[in-house]
């Protein structure tokens, strides 16, 4: 991939559309409780890109943005129609918070860092330490 190329990305059902531009600012792993609620997994993965890299194409308008209240800058947005998380600006500074699952191929960077490793919940384990099965397993 050449440095200048884009990324795509878009949500499950296909009616939201974005691109994000390299170079990436960082990527993260988030094990705070409210991405844990959000994302209803273990953690959120999370790539930030610099707003000016970032663009809308298709189904803008069906984003629903939820904005935690009481919090900073804790916010969602996803799909009203089939409730895939999308991008969103983060509040606070200039960058575009892009969860990492909806991108169509990989970002120009890797996960640098776990975050809020003190809050991951009590079940999480290691994805090194698991068995890998190529489908579903047993
Ligand atoms: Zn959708
Ligand atoms: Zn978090």
Redesign the pocket.
Known sequence: MTQHQTIAG???????KFEIAPPSTAFKYCHCTRCRKATGTAHAANVFVPQSQFKWLA?ES?IKRFDLPGAKRFAVS???????R?PHKSAGNDNMLIPAGVLDAAPDIQPDSSIFWGSKAGWFVETSALPKHEEYGK
């Open positions: 878009s949500c499950l059902c296909g009616s939201i189904g069906l996803f799909c009203t129609q089939c409730g895939t999308m």
